[in-house]
């Protein structure tokens, strides 16, 4: 026998109540998610939740690969970005950006969840501009690329870094990388044996700074770059 319909008025309102909670539910969510950015690099996409941030992304892309191109990277790389509203931790450290070698996908916090995270710790003791945190993209950009162009069959940590921080600083607008290296006295690195995960781990903005001049004082910096894609850096003695 058929059931008869249900004439209950205080469940029909409850269906009610739960279809227009659902409904409100589905709306904020699409209100809210990331929206795709294709950027002129091919094979570049960003999800970003503000189309500023997204844009100012695929500008740090295309800055970052035209530098590394006329560094003699390959930069056919093909990866997404996404611009995180949240803090990002890597081995129980807040980190500025990850890369995820085997999915090519980049998490960088959005230009407001940067802020928050200079709050806490000011990168290189900059105040957090656009342009510091286009530098948190070119870093982790780089990282993407040179994992394409390294002939290693397990290239070392801090040969990654090395190229991800000396590019980073090296798209800086001049003005922004003069005052940035104003704030430390480290001498860069002497020899190559000095570029090594012990340094890198002890602080890694320092690393950086002496990554950076090292790159400063080559005479053919492209030269030292395929030097670091093609064969192990000397161990520290």
């Given at each position: 026998?058929p059931r008869p319909p249900d004439t209950n008025i205080g469940v029909q309102v409850k269906r009610i109540r739960l279809?227009?909670?659902?409904?409100?539910?589905?709306?904020?969510?699409?209100?809210?998610?990331?929206?795709?950015?294709?950027?002129?690099?091919?094979?570049?996409?960003?999800?970003?939740?503000?189309?500023?941030?997204?844009?100012?992304?695929?500008?740090?892309?295309?800055?970052?690969?035209?530098?590394?191109?006329?560094?003699?990277?390959?930069?056919?790389?093909?990866?997404?970005?996404?611009?995180?509203?949240?803090?990002?931790?890597?081995?129980?450290?807040?980190?500025?950006?990850?890369?995820?070698?085997?999915?090519?996908?980049?998490?960088?916090?959005?230009?407001?969840?940067?802020?928050?995270?200079?709050?806490?710790?000011?990168?290189?003791?900059?105040?957090?501009?656009?342009?510091?945190?286009?530098?948190?993209?070119?870093?982790?950009?780089?990282?993407?690329?040179?994992?394409?162009?390294?002939?290693?069959?397990?290239?070392?940590?801090?040969?990654?870094?090395?190229?991800?921080?000396?590019?980073?600083?090296?798209?800086?607008?001049?003005?922004?990388?003069?005052?940035?290296?104003?704030?430390?006295?480290?001498?860069?690195?002497?020899?190559?044996?000095?570029?090594?995960?012990?340094?890198?781990?002890?602080?890694?903005?320092?690393?950086?700074?002496?990554?950076?001049?090292?790159?400063?004082?080559?005479?053919?910096?492209?030269?030292?770059?395929?030097?670091?894609?093609?064969?192990?850096?000397?161990?520290?003695?």
């Open positions: 026998m279809m227009l909670v659902l409904l409100l539910a589905l709306a904020n969510a699409s209100a809210y998610s990331a929206k795709l950015i294709t950027c002129a690099a091919p094979g570049v996409n960003v999800y970003s939740y503000e189309a500023e941030d997204g844009d100012l992304a695929c500008q740090a892309v295309g800055s970052t690969l035209a530098f590394m191109k006329s560094m003699g990277f390959h930069v056919d790389t093909r990866f997404t970005i996404e611009l995180v509203d949240h803090p990002l931790r890597l081995h129980g450290s807040e980190v500025t950006g990850t890369y995820d070698s085997r999915h090519l996908y980049i998490e960088v916090p959005n230009f407001s969840q940067a802020q928050r995270v200079a709050g806490r710790h000011a990168p290189f003791g900059m105040f957090m501009s656009h342009e510091i945190w286009q530098s948190f993209i070119a870093h982790e950009v780089a990282h993407a690329v040179a994992q394409a162009n390294f002939r290693l069959a397990k290239p070392g940590l801090a040969a990654h870094e090395y190229i991800a921080y000396v590019v980073q600083l090296a798209t800086l607008p001049k003005e922004t990388s003069e005052e940035l290296l104003e704030r430390f006295d480290n001498s860069p690195f002497r020899h190559e044996r000095q570029i090594n995960r012990v340094f890198l781990e002890l602080d890694p903005e320092v690393f950086a700074v002496k990554a950076y001049r090292h790159y400063l004082a080559q005479p053919d910096p492209s030269e030292f770059f395929q030097r670091l894609l093609n064969r192990n850096l000397s161990s520290p003695r």
